[in-house]
């Protein structure tokens, strides 16, 4: 699998609106971007530090992914992003090293990214998301 660079870090959070002035006010980073992606059911803000973006996850139903994690550990790291060239054949690489699979194929993601994810049961327990920027 060819990993380009860690591209972000998802971190569960209860509200954005309570977390972006952390992340602004005292980290000093700022807030460049803000979506909702409806079909995960989250609302995500992103911060660049140097190469690398945080992102928030924030839950937009009670039965999201978000907000079932924040339910069960708490806010917090949620998961690490890696880019790569291809999205699909990083999965099939993945899959063919028995490594259980959250995605079987690619979806869209926020800011556009072609993503899918590994099942932290396979990955010592750090969910893992593959991105690829088709735009690039």
Not at 38 to 62: H, N
Not at 76 to 88: I, T
Request: include cysteine.
């Amino acid at each position: 699998m060819n990993i380009k660079q860690l591209e972000h870090i998802g971190i569960a959070v209860k509200s954005l609106d309570e977390a972006i002035p952390y992340w602004e006010n005292v980290l000093g980073l700022k807030c460049y971007n803000v979506e909702e992606v409806a079909d995960q059911k989250v609302k995500t803000a992103f911060f660049k530090v140097g190469e690398i973006k945080i992102e928030l996850l924030e839950s937009t139903s009670e039965d999201g992914t978000i907000a079932k994690f924040i339910e069960k550990k708490g806010q917090g790291v949620h998961h690490l992003a890696f880019a790569v060239d291809n999205v699909e054949n990083a999965l099939a690489e993945a899959e063919s090293k028995g490594v259980q699979l959250i995605d079987k194929a690619p979806r869209l993601g926020a800011e556009g990214l072609s993503i899918a994810f590994l099942h932290p049961k396979s990955t010592l327990g750090v969910l893992t998301e593959l991105c690829e920027n088709k735009n690039k």
